[in-house]
Nanobody
Framework: VQLQASGGGLVQSGGSLRLSCGVSGRARSSFSMGWFRQTPGKEREFVAI????????YYAESVKGRFTIARDNAKNTPILQMNSLSPEDTAVYYC???????????????WGQGTQVTVSS
């Protein structure tokens, strides 16, 4: 399974971005798909997850109400819609796939290359 995150860029505070995660290979439809983010010198942190079976979602408190995770079932592609962005959201964003419903980085088997999101004040 190979993942590739895309859609990052530079946006002003209050703006929006939409991230996508291309999935290739034998990714099971039952996989949970997660988004994480990382800034220099910090641990990679959980952002959002969407479950494989019933598309349940869960968000980090810091993004709840602003970010929305969804799945393009036609392509089995997780999407992260990010609204009301702030400079604190600046990070490299990664998509990941795993068999467990988890917010823990180590529970994910597959990782894509990150996409940079920069929010200017």
């Amino acid at each position: 399974v190979q993942l590739q995150a895309s859609g990052g860029g530079l946006v002003q505070s209050g703006g929006s971005l939409r991230l996508s995660c291309g999935v290739s290979g034998r990714a099971r439809s039952s996989f949970s798909m997660g988004w994480f983010r990382q800034t220099p010198g910090k641990e990679r942190e959980f952002v959002a997850i969407i479950g494989g079976d019933k598309d349940a979602t869960y968000y980090a408190e810091s993004v709840k109400g602003r970010f929305t995770i969804a799945r393009d079932n036609a392509k089995n592609t997780p999407i992260l819609q990010m609204n009301s962005l702030s400079p604190e959201d600046t990070a490299v964003y990664y998509c990941a796939a795993g068999s467990r419903w988890s917010t823990v980085r180590n529970d994910y088997f597959y990782w894509g290359q990150g996409t940079q999101v920069t929010v200017s004040s």
